[in-house]
């Protein structure tokens, strides 16, 4: 089966600009996450959807950041304005469904670097 | 803040069985212990979980103590592909993962 697949790869931007990122779940996972990996630290959760609807956006900056998941399959992240803080790695991952015994699948990722 | 205690690194012969303990004292009757790892530039990649018996799948086995205070994720034949960072989370109802800092295990020819 194939992964959850995230784009771009990597992002370079300058301060205050904006970006966008986007994940393709699993097939058939209702429920999806964003993270955000700081370099040496463990991945933090952002937001996380069961199909379309918000269930957890209590760690996601909303004066900054957005997200929204169209159709409850494919989601984008988006930052605007763009801070020096907001350099990581902004994980995606799906799962059937947002109960404890159901695992969660990771992207590879998108590793954003502000200058 | 995360719910577990795991060494910050260890160290494994490739070939021998890799032992990563993991403390999880606080935990309740509902939750699950999942064990993730992360490869360099790669995302998280889950290895298995379990709720109060020990687990088997085709990556690796999970001992949890019969008071659940504690755990071991067990790779049987270590090779060099599994030096990564692995983290022990402790999660209940909606799932939401809590990542600490993880055991930095290294494989050694």
């Known amino acids: 089966e194939a992964g959850v697949a995230q784009s771009p790869r990597y992002k370079i931007i300058e301060k205050r600009q904006s970006v966008a990122f986007w994940c393709n779940p699993i097939s058939g996972h209702a429920t999806l996450y964003w993270y955000q990996q700081i370099l040496g630290q463990g991945p933090k959760l952002l937001i996380q959807f069961q199909n379309n609807g918000v269930v957890d956006d209590s760690q996601l900056p909303k004066d900054r950041f957005s997200a929204e998941r169209l159709k409850g399959v494919d989601s984008t992240l988006k930052i605007q304005p763009a801070k020096l803080e907001d350099s990581a790695v902004y994980l995606c991952?799906?799962?059937?469904?947002?109960?404890?015994?159901?695992?969660?699948?990771f992207g590879d990722g998108t590793r954003l670097s502000i200058l | 803040d995360a719910k577990t205690t795991q060494p910050t690194s260890m160290d494994c012969a490739e070939g021998r069985a890799a032992n990563l303990p993991c403390n999880h004292s606080t935990i309740s009757g509902n939750e699950y212990v999942y064990w993730y790892r992360q490869i360099h530039s790669q995302g998280p990649q889950y290895i298995i979980h379990g709720l109060k018996n020990n687990e088997t799948n085709e990556m690796a086995s999970l001992i949890i103590t019969e008071d659940r205070k504690s755990s071991t994720l067990i790779l049987p034949h270590a090779t060099l592909r599994d030096t990564a960072v692995y983290y022990c989370?402790?999660?209940?109802?909606?799932?939401?993962?809590?990542f600490g800092q993880g055991t930095r295990l290294t494989i050694n020819p």
């Open positions: 991952a799906s799962s059937l469904g947002g109960w404890a015994k159901q695992p969660q699948h």
């Open positions: 989370i402790v999660t209940q109802g909606a799932q939401k993962l809590v």
